[in-house]
């Protein structure tokens, strides 16, 4: 059984950093695609950024989020920086299955999600 669990959420100010972790069992990061979406309030859950033989990112994000893997700790980030208001979110880590990316149904796992708030 696939379990992911995030963490590294939180309250930062605008123009701070977050690092987000996804700490995996059950399977290996490195074997597989992995995503994070994110779902504000009142919102659909959208893409944030994937990592397979690549790296790929929102537009929203590009730039100031990177995503990355420590295959050893079997862990994938999401290094935050220059955050604004309207990242605020529930962040959720995912592992890929089959598909286009950036669609939340290419992935069959998901985390419970950690919080994110920036304020202004």
């Known amino acids: 059984q696939v379990q992911l669990v995030e963490s590294g959420g939180g309250l930062v100010q605008a123009g701070g950093s977050l690092r987000l972790s996804c700490a995996a069992s059950?399977?290996?990061?490195?074997?597989?695609?992995m995503g994070w979406f994110r779902q504000a309030p009142g919102k659909e859950r959208e893409f944030v950024a994937a990592?397979?033989?690549?790296?790929y990112y929102a537009d929203s994000v590009k730039g100031r989020f990177t995503i990355s893997r420590d295959n050893a700790k079997n862990t994938l980030y999401l290094q935050m920086n220059s955050l604004k208001p309207e990242d605020t979110a529930v962040y959720y880590c995912?592992?890929?299955?089959?598909?286009?990316?950036?669609?939340?149904?290419?992935?069959?796992?998901w985390g419970q999600g950690t919080q994110v708030t920036v304020s202004s």
């Open positions: 059950g399977r290996t990061v490195s074997s597989t695609g």
């Open positions: 990592i397979g033989r690549s790296t």
């Open positions: 995912a592992t890929y299955y089959s598909g286009h990316y950036y669609y939340e149904d290419a992935y069959n796992y």
